[in-house]
């Protein structure tokens, strides 16, 4: 009785292992692969994994897919070659390769997702492949409008290009009104695709550039601005403030003391007249350079050729020596005067009239007495004959 129930004891074990050996046995004879199932993403992009089918037994494996845990809100699709497949047949031995295209809500927490594509086949094969999204910022259902450089300075001439990025993070398709709160003066153009806009059409999730381009009035005082930008439609908006700095108006000057700009000189001879560079504009000068264009075979040259600073408002005083040449025709000649920086200059033309040289004068004189003398010479001593 006994050896009987150690029999059967070992016949129920066995048996029981069997079953259970069954159970957990894994069909491996379907296998699901693509290279990176874990990818970083952020609210409202696609996903397109490439998954190859492989299918190693030695029957036609007729497959269904489905995509288990996903989370709610998010959206899939399963393709090959370019088409919605509800069921794939693989041949014995061989593969076949599927798209599998998960697209991420706009309205979505920041966290790690976990879900799995499963693939049934015939009978008890069927092959399992995990996937891990990691959503990288919290999810926004609005409108963002931003830019890298918000702030720029310059002179009141100067033109001010600002690049705004707008991205519609909406679910639907927006239609973007563009405008500004300049000061009175002040213009503002906005451009996209190469053209002026005053509207930007953006699909959900898309993002364009704009730029912005800012012209003050030419009397706008050195100051701090801020600009708003505004991006609206009539379900949502977005808002940046720009700031402009305008540091100075650059302008100059150059003439003489009384504003008279002629002079006389003789052939041969030399004339210096004053001239004044005067910073007519808000902002400091810097590296002045002074030069002249006289006519052929003059001379001109300066006292100091570079002025290194002249602050707004101020003034300095530069003196040029004008040399006319020997054989230089009694008439009148233009001298132009410059006075040049990076930013401005001024010309100052003055007339300079040649005389005759009086030491021409005092021969003259010389030949004339000298010919009198001669003639009364010859008259004293022949006219009694």
């Known amino acids: 009785m006994g050896k009987k129930l150690i029999i059967t004891f070992i016949a129920l074990l066995t048996l029981s292992l069997g079953i259970g050996g069954n159970a957990i046995h894994a069909d491996e004879s379907l296998t699901l692969f693509t290279p990176y199932t874990g990818i970083s993403v952020t609210p409202g992009e696609t996903i397109n994994y490439p998954v190859e089918v ?23 699709s399963i393709t090959a070659s370019g088409n919605d497949i509800r069921q794939l047949s693989v041949k014995p031995n061989d593969q076949q390769q599927i798209n599998v295209e998960i697209t991420i809500p706009l309205l ?42 918000p702030n720029m300075e310059g002179h009141v001439d100067a033109s001010f290009s600002y690049q705004a990025s707008l991205k519609n993070r909406t679910a639907d398709t927006q239609n973007y009104a563009l405008s500004s709160g300049v000061p009175n003066g002040w213009r503002v153009q906005f451009r996209a695709d190469n053209n002026n806009v005053n509207s930007v059409q953006l699909e959900p999730n898309e993002t364009k550039d704009i730029t912005i381009n800012v012209t003050p009035p030419e009397n706008a005082v050195a100051d701090t601005y801020t600009i708003p930008i505004k991006a609206s439609t009539s379900s949502t908006s977005a808002e940046i403030a720009l700031e402009t700095v305008i540091t100075g108006s650059y302008d100059i000057q150059i003439s003489s003391p009384s504003g008279k700009l002629s002079t006389d000189i003789n052939a041969g001879g030399k004339r210096t007249v004053d001239l004044v560079v005067e910073n007519i504009g808000t902002s400091t000068l810097t590296d002045v350079e002074i030069t002249s264009s006289a006519p052929p075979n003059w001379d001109v040259a300066f006292d100091q050729s570079n002025l290194t600073e002249i602050e707004a408002g101020k003034s300095k005083t530069v003196k040029a020596t004008i040399t006319a040449p020997d054989d230089a025709i009694a008439g009148d000649y233009v001298t132009s005067f410059t006075a040049e920086t990076p930013e401005a200059s001024s010309d100052a033309a003055f007339r300079v009239s040649v005389e005759t040289s009086t030491l021409w004068g005092f021969i003259g004189v010389f030949i004339i007495a000298v010919v009198i003398f001669g003639l009364y010479f010859l008259f004293k001593k022949y006219g009694r004959r």
């Open 54 to 76: 492989m299918n190693t037994s030695s029957s036609v494996q007729n497959l269904t897919f489905a995509l288990e845990d996903l989370p709610e809100g998010w959206t899939q």
């Open 108 to 149: 979505v927490e920041k966290a790690d997702y976990s879900y799995q594509l499963v693939a049934n086949g015939n009978g008890s094969a069927n092959a399992t492949l995990p996937f891990l999204t990691t959503v990288s910022e919290q999810g926004t259902f609005k409108t963002e409008l931003t830019s890298d450089q």
